[in-house]
């Protein structure tokens, strides 16, 4: 079967092209000549060996804030090795990330591993303020300037009962470790979020010490899309793909907010679908059958992890966003349908604003939206939940949860066109 395989002729010849988080080279990047100009004008300080000012990148997934800074830092660290110049770019994504001391020892460990040295303090058993120490340690004999590009630095919330969340904590001490003397290297941050709001969580001595340059990031319109895969399509060998595949995953994408990661995705999983049934070509078809499969798969990898009430509070809601056919939901309306499915999986049954907290926060995984809303003085104020992938797939992927998958779906219906003719 593997000698099969191998004689099988594959359609893809570079697969890293088809790798969003790959840094490609700077002539890849499409619809982001602003962003780019900004980052570098900022940055390139430090060929000087002098320190580049903090950065804030913010803007929707998938729009290349995480592209356009280590493409930088890339260029950057050649010219400054050339010039003798120890620069280092430390990435750490945070979403997975619980606590503060978690986080300062991770950026220890990547430190000391971009240095090919070690850490000399174990991961457990010392104070957060140890950990400092030993990455304090490691930045000053390593390198002579160093930028913390720190994504999805939002989700690094860290412990309730703290009186500001661990980011905060974290860009207080980075960013003042140059002045009090702890650090003797040039150190910048790069603090990258899809949360626009999240410096209105940073306290007040962490802004002040932090006091980044803003960089925005705006979605990306199909055009630019279309550009985007075009400039990775030679991941293909010549001649296969059909005309209409470019087109039609960036369309899919621009449907879901101008994401590039998933107009990338798709090219790749179409390319995969398209060699496992032996195709000569990539066509629409498989384009197609990539959605379905993407948008599948992100949103189980999502809603694997949640709590039953929550997964309870998507489901109503997307089921009545789905009847009504524009992805929409009031949470009214949403809330009715809760109560419906608590009393039919004698679940437990929380009032209609923990309702709502909890869909608010399921908006930080990008599923979906929300916005408070009006029909006039006499409807009162509501909120509305927008939702970014299709309703539907969202409900079948929730059903494959044993407990969900109990319900009937015409039942479920029944009672929320109910709702909706009530103009709940």
């Not at 010849?13 to 990047?29: A, C, F, G």
């Not at 060929?47 to 356009?68: A, E, H, M, V």
């Not at 620069?87 to 978690?102: A, K």
């Amino acid at each position: 079967m593997l000698l099969d395989f191998d004689e099988q002729q594959s359609l893809i010849r570079n697969r890293s092209l088809l790798n969003p988080n790959e840094v490609v080279e700077e002539e890849r990047i499409v619809g982001r000549d602003e962003q780019l100009t900004q980052v570098t004008k900022m940055l390139r300080v430090a060929i000087g060996d002098n320190r580049p000012p903090n950065l804030f990148l913010y803007g929707p997934s998938g729009t290349g804030k995480s592209l356009i800074i280590n493409a930088v830092c890339e260029n950057i660290g050649r010219l400054c090795d050339s010039r003798g110049i120890r620069f280092g770019v430390i990435e750490m994504n945070c979403q997975d990330i619980g606590t503060l001391g978690s986080a300062v020892y991770e950026l220890a460990m990547k430190v000391a591993d971009e240095a090919g040295v070690s850490v000399e303090v174990p991961q457990h058993g010392v104070s957060t303020k140890e950990k400092w120490r030993e990455l304090y340690r490691l930045v000053n004999e390593n390198y002579d300037t160093v930028v913390f590009v720190l994504d999805e630095l939002d989700m690094l919330v860290g412990r309730r009962d703290k009186d500001q969340p661990a980011f905060s904590r974290l860009l207080y001490q980075l960013s003042r470790a140059g002045s009090s003397n702890d650090i003797t290297a040039q150190v910048s941050i790069a603090a990258i979020t899809n949360d626009t709001k999240m410096l209105e969580s940073v306290g007040s001595r962490a802004l002040s010490s932090f006091t980044p340059e803003d960089v925005h990031f705006d979605d990306y319109d199909a055009n630019q899309l279309r550009a985007i895969l075009r400039h990775r399509e030679d991941a293909f060998h010549d001649d296969v793909l059909q005309d209409d595949v470019i087109p039609l995953a960036a369309a899919f994408a621009a449907q879901n907010h101008g994401d590039a990661r998933k107009a990338i995705d798709l090219m790749r999983v179409a390319g995969d679908l398209a060699e496992r049934e032996g195709a000569d070509r990539v066509g629409e078809q498989h384009v197609r059958k990539a959605q379905d499969k993407v948008e599948r798969n992100r949103v189980l990898e999502v809603t694997r992890g949640i709590s039953t009430q929550k997964k309870l509070c998507l489901y109503a809601t997307a089921a009545v966003a789905d009847e009504a056919g524009n992805s929409s939901a009031r949470s009214t309306t949403g809330y009715q349908v809760y109560r419906f499915l608590t009393d039919a999986l004698d679940a437990d049954q929380y009032h209609q604003e923990t309702y709502v907290n909890k869909m608010k926060e399921l908006t930080t995984y990008s599923i979906v939206e929300s916005e408070r809303k009006s029909h006039g003085p006499s409807s009162g104020m509501f909120i509305e939940f927008t939702f970014n992938e299709q309703p539907e797939t969202i409900m079948e992927t929730l059903g494959e949860d044993s407990r969900l998958g109990d319900l009937s779906s015409d039942e479920v219906t029944a009672v929320v066109r109910a709702q909706l003719s009530n103009g709940n």
